[in-house]
């Protein structure tokens, strides 16, 4: 930024400036978040309710992303980042509308299905013309983009009147690519349908979409090397409070020893970390878990699951569900980059937890604990907040983008730079 050299991001008055330049930069670019968050500054909260807080929160913290973005020249980087996150939405899609909502709602056990076939006809169709379009991206991806493309083709066929323009030529080009694959497929061959005109293509797209339904739910139920790690199959647990950890008998050993699976076991070699962290589209998937209960002030993960009398209660295990002991915004955090501003997501954390190094998925879950999902797995918060700090560490000049967020940052009212 012009006037502004490196040694002046570590001088408090340079600093006290420089928060000033953001303010007047916010008052330019959108005087109604700039009204709002002048108003918080100056009460600190005092005359805001929670929700009120959060919404000034997530409404400035892209303008405070942005301006950081300037100030370290880190656009590319950041509208990559962006992009990534758009990138992967279809998987999100694809998870939300057809596996939870249509396919496992269908198929409760596979019992009934030819998973052979089944897998076997939609490995032919991903290696028709039909996904042809789709062949640079992952598996995954490919067949979420393969899928949402083809609901959207199957509404748009239910919906017409008359099928012409852009709407049959896609039903054209399902039909063609079908006739072919179907030669080489018995299961295709028999279920679906042989259609010569582009006005019975609806039968075709319904035909393929059930077939992709019985796929959906072999792959789930019984998951084959290719689909193991796909977060669109994934549906969280149930949880069983007095079996959190499955144990196994061990063969040979008296009564009352125990072991875990051995597949998840992770051997120590070395001093080097043994835990993956997760990906980016494993990030993701948390964070589209997360329904960003700070919108109904219900965010326990970060305040706390209170009983009527506002006091934290405890889970059958008798541990007090206080949640994170410091207060982090975590479901203000998410919608953030859940949006694709893992920037202004870090930017977030960094007001209550700045040394956020030093805490995420290995130290503690207190949050976890309090998340609003009481019966079933709950977000893994840990993980989706070292997934945005490491995102944000591999930018250009990540360690300082957030070094920096620990000494400047507007959103922590009560302390905005160093005084
Ligand atoms: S992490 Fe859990 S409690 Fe927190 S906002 Fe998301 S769903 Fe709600």
Redesign the pocket.
């Known amino acids: 930024m012009p006037g502004y050299t490196y040694t002046d991001l570590y001088d408090p008055l340079r600093l006290r400036e420089l928060f000033e330049v953001f303010r007047t930069s916010l008052r330019e670019t959108d005087a109604v978040v700039s009204e709002r968050y002048e108003r918080y500054l100056k009460s600190r909260g005092a005359d805001l309710t929670l929700v009120e807080i959060s919404e000034v929160i997530v409404d400035t913290a892209p303008h405070v992303a942005a301006f950081i973005v300037e100030l370290f020249q880190v656009r590319d980087e950041h509208g990559r980042m962006r992009r990534a996150v758009e990138d992967e939405s279809v998987v999100f899609v694809f998870k939300r509308e057809f596996v939870v909502r249509r396919a496992l709602k269908r198929f409760r056990t596979t019992t009934e299905v030819d998973a052979e076939g089944v897998r076997a006809a939609v490995d032919a169709l991903m290696r028709s013309p039909l996904g042809a379009p789709y062949a640079s991206l992952d598996t995954e991806r490919a067949m979420a983009s393969f899928v949402v493309g083809l609901m959207n083709l199957d509404r748009g066929l239910r919906a017409a009147t008359v099928i012409d323009g852009t709407l049959a030529d896609d039903a054209r080009a399902v039909v063609d690519a079908l006739r072919d694959a179907s030669s080489t497929n018995a299961t295709l061959a028999t279920r679906i349908p042989a259609v010569e005109s582009v006005d019975e293509s609806a039968s075709v797209a319904n035909a393929l979409l059930e077939l992709l339904d019985e796929w959906v739910a072999v792959e789930h139920y019984s998951p084959s090397v290719q689909t193991r790690d796909w977060v669109s199959l994934k549906l969280p647990h149930t949880l069983d409070y007095a079996n959190l950890v499955e144990l196994r008998t061990v063969a040979g050993f008296p009564a009352g020893a125990f072991m875990g699976p051995p597949e998840t076991y992770r051997n120590r070699d070395g001093f080097a970390l043994t835990d993956a962290r997760y990906d980016h589209r494993h990030v993701l998937d948390e964070v589209h878990y997360?329904?960003?209960?700070?919108e109904r002030d219900?965010?326990?993960?970060?305040k706390g699951l209170l009983d009527k009398e506002a006091l934290p209660k405890r889970n059958p295990l008798g541990i007090v569900l206080e949640g994170c002991p410091l207060d982090e915004k975590?479901?203000e955090m998410?919608v953030l980059k859940a949006r694709g501003d893992g920037l202004a997501a870090l930017a977030v954390i960094t007001i209550d937890n700045p040394l956020c190094a030093g805490t995420g998925h290995r130290i503690c879950n207190d949050?976890m604990k309090?998340?609003?999902?009481q019966k079933q797995e709950?977000?893994n918060?840990p993980q989706a907040e070292t997934g945005v700090l490491t995102e944000i560490l591999a930018y250009p000049f990540g360690f300082e983008i957030y070094a920096f967020l620990t000494r400047w940052n507007p959103l922590n009212v009560g302390c905005p730079y160093p005084r």
Not at 290 to 294: A, D, E, R, S, V
Not at 370 to 373: D, P, Q
């Open positions: 997360c329904i960003f209960c700070h219900k965010d326990s993960c970060s975590i479901s998410h949050c309090a998340c609003i999902y709950p977000v918060i």
